[in-house]
C-alpha cells in the first residue's frame, strides 16, 4: 500500500526549495562539521532528522548527519580518514554505508538506493523524514512526498505501507517522534501501526529499547502513551494482570518541581507504566534502572493517598533507603498538599529521613570497639541510622554511646 499525496507535492522540489534549502544550510552551520562541503562528492544530499528539526528550528548543537551519495560511500568515509583524522565503520558493506566519526561527531554516509534520489527517499518511514538537502552546487530542498506541508502541519504521515513491514521499528519510532516534536499521526497511518505492531517482536532489543528511552524522555510523551497502549506496540513487554496498575501521570499539579527534578522522574514513572520487570530485563534495561522501576513499583502499590502517613517507622525509612534517588517519582503520586513538603526535604542533603544513613561506617565501629567483621555491623548501622532519621540522634557523642548501649544488648560476637 502506497500513501496518496497531493498535486501540489508531485514535484521534486517546489517553488520554495531554493530559498529554504539556503537558509537550512545556514542554520546547520557547515563551517562547524568537521569536514569541507567539497569533501563529499556533488550529488549529495543531507537527508533525516537534520533535515527536518533544522526546518523546524531544533537543531542540536551536534546535530546528527545522514547523508546519502551518489555512490562509493565508505570509500568517501576512508577518505575523510585521510584527510582530517578519525575512524570510518562500515556499517553495511552490502548496501555501502559507512559512519565517519570524529571526536563527537557521528555522521552516516550511505550510497543511493534504487535508481535515482527520489526512488531512496520514498523508501524512508514519514513524509517529515523524506525531505532531502542538496548541497553542491547550489543548496535546494527535494521533497517528493510532501513533507514540508506535513511538517507544517505537524503530521506524521507514513510513506508505504511496505516501508513500515520492512523495518518495524519505524512503529514504534512514529510514537517517539510524536513524543519529541509534538506532532499528530494522520488517520491512515495510526492504521498501519496498529495494522502491523505484532511485528515489532521480530525487532532486535536494543534498537526497540533506544526508542522507548527517547519516546519516555519526550516532553509530549503522556499525550502520545496512551495511544502507544491502545495500539499494543508493547503488548509483549507489559503486563496487564495488575489491576491496580496507576495510570500515568501528566504535567499537571508539578509546579513544585525544577525541570531537572521531572527529567528524573518522569522517565521512570512512564518506563514503570509502560513496562513489566520482565520487559524491561527481556529489552536489556541496566540492572539500575530495573531495580529502580521494581522498587517504584512495589511502593506505588503500597501508596495509601496519604502521603504514607500510615506507615510505621520501619517501613517509612525503607521507602526512603528504596526510593531516595530518584524519591520524585514517588512524589508525583502523593497529595498536592503534601508535594512541596517531601520536595524540600529531599533537596536537603543533610535531611536525616530523605537521605537515610548511618552516622558511624563500618571501619569506625570496628576500630572503635575493637570488633571483628560480621553480620552485626550491618544490623547495628541500620539501627543507627534509623535512630538519626527520626531525631533521636543528634551528634557523634550520642551515636557511639548509642552502638556502645546496642553491643551490650545485642551481643552480635563470640570468642
Known amino acids: 500500500m502506497h500513501m496518496t499525496f497531493s498535486s501540489e507535492t508531485q514535484s521534486i522540489f517546489d517553488a520554495n526549495g531554493f530559498y529554504l534549502g539556503k537558509m537550512l544550510l545556514q542554520r546547520l552551520k557547515p563551517e562547524a562539521w568537521p569536514f569541507a562541503l567539497e569533501d563529499l ?7 533525516g532528522g537534520a533535515v527536518r528539526d533544522g526546518l523546524l528550528n531544533k537543531q542540536g548543537i551536534v546535530p546528527d548527519l545522514d547523508f546519502v551519495l551518489p ?5 568517501t568515509c576512508k577518505s575523510l580518514v585521510k584527510k582530517y583524522g578519525g575512524r570510518a565503520i562500515e556499517l553495511d558493506s552490502k548496501r555501502d554505508i559507512g559512519r565517519y566519526v570524529f571526536k563527537n561527531w557521528k555522521i552516516d554516509l550511505a550510497s543511493q538506493i534504487g535508481q535515482n534520489l527520489e526512488e531512496d527517499l520514498l523508501r524512508r518511514d514519514f513524509s517529515v ?14 521533497d517528493p512526498s510532501g513533507g514540508l506541508k506535513d511538517l507544517d502541519e505537524k503530521k506524521l504521515v507514513a510513506i508505504a505501507e511496505g516501508n513500515l513491514i520492512e523495518d518495524p521499528l519505524r512503529i514504534l519510532r512514529a510514537l517517539r517522534l510524536m513524543s519529541e516534536l509534538n506532532f499528530e499521526v494522520d488517520s491512515q497511518t495510526e492504521s498501519l501501526l496498529g495494522k502491523h505492531a505484532e511485528l515489532l517482536e521480530t525487532v532486535a532489543s536494543e ?3 533506544m526508542e522507548i528511552e527517547r519516546l519516555t524522555n519526550g516532553y509530549w510523551a503522556d499525550d502520545v ?3 502507544l497502549i491502545q495500539l499494543k506496540l508493547l503488548e509483549p513487554w507489559r503486563d496487564n494482570s495488575n489491576s491496580q496498575e496507576p495510570a500515568p501521570l501528566s504535567l499537571k499539579n508539578v509546579s513544585s518541581f525544577t525541570p531537572n527534578e521531572l527529567k528524573l522522574a518522569f522517565p521512570l514513572v512512564r518506563l514503570t507504566h509502560l513496562l513489566s520487570d520482565r520487559g524491561l530485563v527481556n529489552l536489556g534495561f541496566s540492572r539500575k534502572i530495573i531495580r529502580s522501576s521494581n522498587l517504584l513499583r512495589i511502593w506505588q502499590q503500597r501508596n495509601d493517598g496519604l502521603a504514607f502517613v500510615n506507615l510505621n517507622e520501619l517501613d517509612r525509612l525503607q521507602l526512603h533507603l528504596d526510593l531516595e534517588t530518584f524519591l520524585p517519582a514517588i512524589i508525583l503520586s ?4 503534601d508535594k512541596k513538603v517531601w520536595l524540600n526535604r529531599w533537596r536537603d542533603p543533610l535531611d536525616p529521613l530523605f537521605h537515610p544513613a548511618s552516622p558511624l561506617d563500618g571501619n569506625t565501629l570496628k576500630e572503635t570497639f575493637q570488633i571483628a567483621e560480621g553480620p552485626w555491623i550491618g544490623k547495628l548501622m541500620f539501627f543507627l541510622c534509623k535512630e538519626r532519621a527520626f531525631g533521636r540522634l543528634h551528634n557523634s557523642y550520642e551515636a557511639f554511646e548509642l552502638a556502645r548501649y546496642w553491643l551490650e544488648h545485642n551481643q552480635p560476637f563470640c570468642d
Do not use: C, Q, W
Open 41 to 47: 562528492p556533488e550529488g549529495t544530499v543531507l537527508v
Open 334 to 337: 502523593i497529595p498536592n498538599r
Open 71 to 75: 555512490s562509493h560511500a565508505i570509500e
Open 225 to 227: 502513551i496512551p495511544l
Open 207 to 209: 534498537r526497540i529499547k
Open 129 to 142: 523524514n523524506a525531505i532531502a538537502l542538496n548541497l553542491l552546487p547550489t543548496p535546494f530542498l527535494i
